[in-house]
């Protein structure tokens, strides 16, 4: 649910296309090379360019978002491999259901966008692209609300629960039909002759 101390970033869809490929398949992409410092937000707030036609120049939807992760554009968009960036590193940024905006923020004198941080604060209460500009004195707060979420972002952990499983029912699960014998690990000193079957 979208508070006002959610953290969003702003962030350019480049056709309808891609709002659609958020709809249905709950993705949207950033190269890597050209991606902000920090990927891991609360939200996602898409202006749409004028590709939209009537609806360009504006925010009109929004997602939280779920997670993130690497992968390449090819990965991404199979349909088309031969594309020249097909193997170039994205983020694909994980998605939640859309939520349209009970009235859009729109762009004014802003003609040109790729990211943007802003709160949930500041998106409830804007009608202009200029009003999600987080003013100098809470600036601050949002740069260090920023650092906070990437040291997080970047200490990826599993808390596994230990469990004692008998050696019968790991070999089940892992499909392993028959136990082997050890692996037997011979010497081989400089000099000596390497067993056949082995080089």
């Known amino acids: 649910m ?6 969003i970033l702003v962030c350019l869809l480049p056709s309808p296309r891609d ?4 709809r249905l398949l709950g993705w949207y ?15 996602l707030a898409f202006y749409q360019p004028g590709s939209f036609g009537e609806q360009g120049g504006r925010i009109e939807w ?6 993130h992760e690497l992968t390449t554009r090819g990965e991404l968009l ?7 960036r097909a193997g170039e590193e994205y983020f694909k940024i994980q998605l939640g259901p859309l939520e349209k905006l009970a009235q859009p923020i729109l762009a004014e004198k802003w003609r040109r966008l790729t990211f943007l941080y802003t709160t949930g604060e500041y998106l409830l209460k804007a009608k202009t692209l200029n009003e999600l500009v ?25 808390e596994l629960p230990e469990a004692d499983i008998p050696p019968e029912v790991l070999m089940a699960v892992l499909g392993i039909k028959e136990v082997q014998e050890p692996y037997k690990v011979s010497d081989v000193s400089e000099g000596s002759d390497v067993p056949e079957g082995n080089e």
């Open 62 to 67: 929004i997602s939280p978002v779920c997670g």
């Open 134 to 158: 987080v003013q100098s004195d809470e600036r601050q707060l949002l740069w260090q609300s920023l650092r906070e979420r990437a040291t997080q972002g970047q200490s990826y952990g599993t």
């Open 78 to 84: 199979r349909d088309a491999p031969d594309h020249p």
């Open 29 to 43: 992409r950033i190269p890597f090379r050209s991606a902000p410092k920090v990927v891991a937000v609360d939200y």
């Open 19 to 22: 709002l659609e490929i958020a």
């Open 2 to 7: 979208l508070t006002p101390v959610s953290l």
